[in-house]
């Protein structure tokens, strides 16, 4: 059996667990809440960036501040962010239309979940090179996926409007922490209206899909 026919056929039989995969995606809001709380000096959600949970080293990184004790904790949490990312992009693709259009949607999820794994795997104090690019693929490409996947799929007016401006709220956000414009709210923030949107995303829709599917079992 070709690959492609092999996680159809595994959707088919389990078709929670591609939606399941991004839901766990709230670990990720969880992991920051619980890794904050444990900085000696207080944690700034609006000048210190989520990267700044997963440096590994006490000192100043730049202009701010770093000291996360469970900054393993963190790491982890991009990486089962990442996995996430990718395996339900890989799974929830097969239940939808199969086009060029969406492919590619669904691609770009897939490569922010690789990239999100690289933030985790190498922390901002390390290689900074391969951080950096592993935050680009899920601030640039993840939330041009979202577009994509907006535009692309058949979903209901409201999901397909939400899906399309937190693509657009985040890359907006983007641009101007890019250009060092962080309208009162700090890197920190900036950073976040980046990230969140589609994270936040990520659950909506895996609570969508699963809501889908709980409907069609009941209607058999």
């Given amino acids: 059996m070709k690959p492609s026919k092999a996680i159809k056929t595994f959707t088919d039989r ?11 995606s709230v670990q990720y809001f969880i992991t920051q809440l619980v890794v904050a709380h444990d900085w000696a000096k207080p944690y700034s959600w609006t000048h210190n960036t989520i990267s700044d949970l997963g440096n590994s080293r006490c000192g100043m990184y730049g202009s701010r501040f ?28 097969q239940e939808f239309r199969k086009s060029r259009i969406s492919a590619i949607g669904f691609g770009c999820m897939a490569a ?18 391969l951080h950096i690019i592993g935050a680009a693929l899920p601030f640039l490409v993840g939330n041009i996926g979202l577009v994509i996947l907006g535009s692309a799929l ?23 922490l890019l250009t060092n414009n962080y309208l009162g709210i700090g890197v920190g923030g900036m950073e976040r209206l ?11 829709f895996g609570i969508y899909m699963s809501s889908n599917h709980f409907r069609a079992k009941r209607h058999v």
């Fill in 14 to 24: 389990y078709p929670l667990i591609g939606p399941s995969f991004w839901m766990l």
């Fill in 66 to 93: 770093v000291c996360s004790p469970l900054h393993n904790w963190m790491d982890a949490s991009f990486i089962v962010l990442g996995l996430s990312m990718v395996i339900g992009a890989t799974l929830i693709y």
């Fill in 112 to 129: 922010a979940g690789l990239g999100t794994v690289l933030v985790g795997l190498f922390p901002e104090n390390t290689v900074s090179s």
């Fill in 154 to 176: 058949a979903l209901p007016r409201t999901l397909r409007y939400y899906t399309i401006l937190s693509g657009v709220v985040a890359l907006v956000a983007l641009a101007l």
């Fill in 194 to 204: 980046t990230a969140y949107p589609q994270t936040v995303w990520l659950i909506a």
